[in-house]
């Protein structure tokens, strides 16, 4: 059956009526699922070998195979015992907005693509400066995340060290050779593929040692200076905020008071953390970003944003201007009376790019901003609160003080008292392995000083001391039955 009936008014109506009520029963039902699929990806994979379809079939059956082959076997984020990596439960008014930014398809490439859509972008861009600080110079294009921002910042430090190098490229650029990128300690691995796809190679990434955790701004201020003494050229250096591992923030007042006295481009990771600025509680944290060149902000962590939704923030729009270099007369124009083209494709990596705007700047008028800081607020404070009954049980032990709603500890039963450190390492893992599969909680790993931990991120402010202690519970149940 070939029908030209599709796409039109009449389909959306009817199944997008239909979605949205199971969309909501979903969410209703949420705490009766497992938080996670218990089956391997191989058992998975075998719903997904059927041939290419070539004749049409009812959307309605196709809609309930979704339900039953996908959503089912989904890890749910918006479960309150989701308690894993840095991935929001998203805010039912983005998931809404993302559906109209889908149906509208602008292309924020270029501005007659998206007469509106840049507008918004470039509003959401403005208040995302104002929260940070920024000078009215400022300038920033939303991107795909934090990975793309880290990227988009370092290249514009990149070609505002060594001007015309975007043009000359690496080979013709001798100085390239000897540029360091400067990080943090528990730099996102992103940072050094920047410094891979930037051609300065990955080993020109230096990490400085850490005190508690964060940066070191004394040990920082050495590391530039050993760097010069080898001949060697400091690109930039990227401080994080709110690290990935731990949450720690870097102290980024006095990394700038470093960065400024040497003359170095300071970029700041604030992929996690930078959202902290809506909180007047949480602040202080990031005290001191305003004072950085460029920055990384994803909205689609902690504004709960659904991904994808990155945004990169320069404050002298210049750099900007100058991170990418291309012309493309069929697609970029200056309009009379405007100096700077208002194509936000010249500033991004993208061409193509979706409308995730939107998603925001509905929230940020909904909501308000004062909201996000109180549901950011709502996970930290549930992560202090599991630190307390971690340090309050004998048999947990917490890695180090929350200072985000990222919070690494080990479970250490008694009877693992006398063993060795591998086999300490072996069980943190093999207890998070077994409580995920169980469906009764979801949490993450990591590494911490050469040691195997097991980290939770909160990212769900419906999650509260009742998930707390199930989640403890859960930890030792599993533990028993290693
Ligand atoms: C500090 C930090 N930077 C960058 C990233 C990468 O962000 P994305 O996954 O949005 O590319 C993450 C993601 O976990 C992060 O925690």
Sequence with gaps: MIT????????????????IDRMADYLDGIESRPVSTPHA????????????????????????????????????????????????????????????????????????????????????????????????????TLVSGGSAANLTGLLAAREARFPGSWTAGVARTPELERAVLVVSPHAHYCIERSAGLMGLGSDAVVSVPERDGRMDPAALEEVLRAVRREGRIPLAVAATAGSTA?????????????????????????????????????????????????????????????ISLGAVLVRDRRHLDTAFQQKAPYLFHIRPGEERSRDMGKRTLQCSRRFDALKLWICLR??????????????????????????????????????????????LPDRLRDTSDAEIDTFQAAVRERYNASGRGWITTTVLAGRRVLRVTMMNPHTGGEHLDRLLEGLRETGQSI
């Excluded at 607020?377 to 049980?393: F, Y």
Aim: hydrophobic share 45%.
């Design 366 to 411: 909904h909501y308000g901003a004062n909201f996000f800081g109180a549901i950011i607020e709502k996970t930290v404070q549930n992560t202090q609160l599991l630190h307390h009954r971690l340090s309050e049980a004998a048999d947990f032990e917490p890695a180090h003080a929350p200072e985000a709603n990222i919070l690494c500890f080990r479970h």
């Design 41 to 140: 990806p191989a058992h998975i994979a075998t719903r997904f070998a059927e041939p290419l379809p070539l004749t049409a079939r009812p959307a309605e059956e196709v809609w309930d195979d979704a339900w039953e082959m996908v959503v089912a076997d989904s890890i749910h984020f918006a479960h309150p015992m989701y308690m894993g990596h840095q991935v929001a439960p998203p805010l039912p008014h983005a998931v809404l907005a993302d559906t109209l930014a889908s149906l509208l398809n602008q292309s924020i490439a270029v501005w007659e693509m998206s007469p509106t859509g840049t507008l918004v972008e470039a509003q959401v861009i403005r208040w995302l400066a104002e929260l940070l600080g920024f000078p009215a110079t400022a300038d920033g």
């Design 246 to 306: 731990t949450g720690l923030f870097d102290p980024l007042d006095e990394i700038a008071d470093v960065a400024a006295r040497e003359r170095v481009w300071l970029h700041v990771d604030g992929a996690h953390g930078a959202s902290f600025l809506l909180s007047d509680a949480l602040r202080h944290h990031v005290r001191g970003i305003e004072r950085a060149d460029s920055i990384a902000w994803d909205p689609h962590k902690m504004m709960f944003m659904p």
């Design 4 to 19: 030209t009936a599709d796409p039109s008014a009449e389909t959306l109506r009817e199944a997008g009526h239909r979605l």
